[in-house]
């Protein structure tokens, strides 16, 4: 319970501490925001900071903190670690940087930032990257929830209608004005998440008190087969949303397009992430206090356990609180992620989007792709299944290319880029390790695949070294 109780209060501290200096690092100011210069009604809407902070929290967490903590929590409390940790300086600064050099931009969407700082060669990789990332996030987000619907209703409707009007409600979503839909709903869902997480962590400090497992207790892997799932790398692309996402930065310039002053930045980026953190670490000691006292539960999925823990610790509300974060959770994730695949699109070809033909122009092709992968998944239900594993992968690759185009940023600028070039390279390290040892990679010895890892990161640093001295003789 100490370990529970001490990340805690860190991850809170580090939101007024470390929050603060990483603020001052990026120096915000009082020049206009991209709505006060390019309001139009659709994407660029002016909306108050607790608005801003409530939706771009459920952006970024939908089940992303629930189901990866839980699982997460099935390497012992070796999760509790990076969770603290890997919020506070990778996930928080990544999301907190990325969404203000955004905002200084206009707002721009991930690939073209990404592709400003790291060359056109990167912009098209990003580009093609993210596209698929956030279509399949769509097309998860249609399926997984339809499927827990069409079995609450007992298969009256049936599974493709439950899809068609998930479908139907993510082309509103992605089309019409962000506070029509958006705006409206996603204050309640993300309050919702928070008072789960809230009811969850006062009936854990009721039930748990001496049989949570602490920090010194050791962190060997609790695994059933920890060889074939080491700590190093799984963990840190397992537990993802709590710690760090690159999903986030794709969600991001939504949010910066509404701001009405650049010193909200960090209570809604910074904030957002830790708060996500504080929610994770509330699963993940929930979920390791149940696996240690019973060890059977372990073998139950993410989904099943969320409605264990919320029906017998919060009861009827807990059980309407579970239901609502496995099912509208991820709706609210799909939605947005098919809105930013839209946004996306229309800076890539510099469409217009004040017009509403043109938005259901770029969203109905969005949306054609999106249907022909859920197409795919009926029939390849196999390879699908492989793709949800890469999508793990490539979430936490696209945080990659991000923290290095920060890092650039901050180079180029002037300003003290540890900060984001330390996570950069440990997360190089972490990607490319993974996908050189795990099952749906390529099966590597995890010797071989560490020392993969640690020579992409070698030699990343060594080239932006080079640059950098560039740089300095260009002064």
């Given at each position: 319970?100490?370990?529970?109780?001490?990340?805690?209060?860190?991850?809170?501290?580090?939101?007024?501490?470390?929050?603060?200096?990483?603020?001052?690092?990026?120096?915000?100011?009082?020049?206009?925001?991209?709505?006060?210069?390019?309001?139009?009604?659709?994407?660029?809407?002016?909306?108050?900071?607790?608005?801003?902070?409530?939706?771009?929290?459920?952006?970024?967490?939908?089940?992303?903190?629930?189901?990866?903590?839980?699982?997460?929590?099935?390497?012992?409390?070796?999760?509790?670690?990076?969770?603290?940790?890997?919020?506070?300086f990778i996930g928080a600064v990544?999301?907190?940087?990325?969404?203000?050099?955004?905002?200084?931009?206009?707002?721009?969407?991930?690939?073209?930032?990404?592709?400003?700082?790291?060359?056109?060669?990167?912009?098209?990789?990003?580009?093609?990257?993210?596209?698929?990332?956030?279509?399949?996030?769509?097309?998860?987000?249609?399926?997984?929830?339809?499927?827990?619907?069409?079995?609450?209703?007992?298969?009256?409707?049936?599974?493709?209608?439950?899809?068609?009007?998930?479908?139907?409600?993510?082309?509103?979503?992605?089309?019409?004005?962000?506070?029509?839909?958006?705006?409206?709903?996603?204050?309640?869902?993300?309050?919702?998440?928070?008072?789960?997480?809230?009811?969850?962590?006062?009936?854990?400090?009721?039930?748990?008190?001496?049989?949570?497992?602490?920090?010194?207790?050791?962190?060997?892997?609790?695994?059933?087969?920890?060889?074939?799932?080491?700590?190093?790398?799984?963990?840190?692309?397992?537990?993802?949303?709590?710690?760090?996402?690159?999903?986030?930065?794709?969600?991001?310039?939504?949010?910066?397009?509404?701001?009405?002053?650049?010193?909200?930045?960090?209570?809604?980026?910074?904030?957002?992430?830790?708060?996500?953190?504080?929610?994770?670490l509330i699963w993940a000691a929930?979920?390791?206090?149940?696996?240690?006292?019973?060890?059977?539960?372990?073998?139950?999925?993410?989904?099943?356990?969320?409605?264990?823990?919320?029906?017998?610790?919060?009861?009827?509300?807990?059980?309407?609180?579970?239901?609502?974060?496995?099912?509208?959770?991820?709706?609210?994730?799909?939605?947005?992620?098919?809105?930013?695949?839209?946004?996306?699109?229309?800076?890539?070809?510099?469409?217009?989007?004040?017009?509403?033909?043109?938005?259901?122009?770029?969203?109905?092709?969005?949306?054609?792709?999106?249907?022909?992968?859920?197409?795919?998944?009926?029939?390849?239900?196999?390879?699908?299944?492989?793709?949800?594993?890469?999508?793990?992968?490539?979430?936490?690759?696209?945080?990659?290319?991000?923290?290095?185009?920060?890092?650039?940023?901050?180079?180029?600028?002037?300003?003290?880029?540890?900060?984001?070039?330390?996570?950069?390279?440990?997360?190089?390290?972490?990607?490319?390790?993974?996908?050189?040892?795990?099952?749906?990679?390529?099966?590597?010895?995890?010797?071989?695949?560490?020392?993969?890892?640690?020579?992409?990161?070698?030699?990343?640093?060594?080239?932006?070294?080079?640059?950098?001295?560039?740089?300095?003789?260009?002064?």
């Open positions: 319970m100490f370990t529970f109780l001490i990340g805690l209060a860190v991850l809170v501290l580090s939101y007024f501490v470390y929050g603060r200096l990483v603020e001052r690092l990026f120096g915000p100011d009082n020049r206009p925001t991209p709505v006060q210069l390019h309001e139009d009604g659709v994407d660029f809407i002016r909306m108050p900071r607790w608005k801003i902070f409530m939706i771009q929290f459920l952006n970024i967490a939908g089940t992303g903190p629930i189901f990866g903590a839980i699982m997460g929590a099935k390497f012992g409390t070796s999760c509790f670690l990076w969770i603290v940790f890997g919020c506070i990544h999301d907190y940087l990325a969404a203000m050099i955004s905002l200084r931009h206009n707002g721009e969407s991930l690939p073209e930032l990404v592709g400003r700082y790291l060359g056109g060669g990167t912009r098209q990789v990003m580009r093609v990257f993210t596209l698929v990332l956030l279509i399949l996030v769509g097309a998860v987000f249609i399926d997984s929830p339809a499927e827990i619907l069409d079995e609450l209703t007992g298969g009256h409707l049936g599974l493709i209608i439950w899809m068609a009007i998930i479908f139907g409600y993510y082309l509103c979503a992605a089309v019409l004005p962000i506070d029509k839909i958006i705006g409206k709903i996603y204050p309640i869902f993300a309050f919702a998440i928070l008072f789960m997480a809230v009811g969850l962590l006062i009936a854990f400090l009721f039930h748990a008190p001496g049989a949570c497992p602490e920090i010194w207790d050791g962190l060997q892997n609790n695994q059933p087969n920890p060889e074939a799932k080491p700590i190093f790398p799984m963990l840190f692309i397992t537990v993802a949303c709590g710690a760090i996402s690159g999903f986030h930065a794709t969600q991001s310039p939504m949010m910066c397009r509404c701001m009405q002053s650049e010193h909200q930045g960090r209570g809604i980026f910074f904030g957002a992430m830790i708060t996500e953190g504080i929610v994770a929930a979920a390791s206090w149940l696996f240690h006292t019973q060890p059977n539960q372990a073998a139950e999925t993410a989904p099943n356990l969320v409605f264990v823990m919320s029906r017998e610790w919060l009861g009827v509300v807990g059980g309407a609180l579970a239901i609502l974060g496995v099912v509208f959770a991820p709706i609210s994730t799909g939605d947005t992620a098919l809105r930013s695949a839209r946004l996306i699109v229309a800076d890539i070809f510099k469409i217009d989007q004040s017009a509403l033909g043109k938005r259901l122009g770029v969203a109905i092709v969005i949306f054609a792709i999106t249907f022909g992968v859920l197409f795919m998944r009926s029939i390849y239900a196999d390879g699908f299944d492989a793709l949800w594993r890469y999508f793990a992968w490539a979430n936490q690759t696209l945080s990659v290319f991000t923290l290095w185009a920060i890092t650039v940023y901050l180079a180029s600028h002037g300003k003290w880029f540890v900060v984001t070039l330390l996570p950069a390279l440990f997360m190089t390290t972490i990607c490319t390790s993974y996908i050189c040892v795990a099952p749906e990679g390529f099966g590597l010895s995890l010797s071989v695949a560490t020392a993969i890892g640690c020579s992409l990161a070698t030699l990343s640093l060594v080239w932006f070294i080079m640059w950098w001295r560039r740089q300095i003789c260009h002064m």
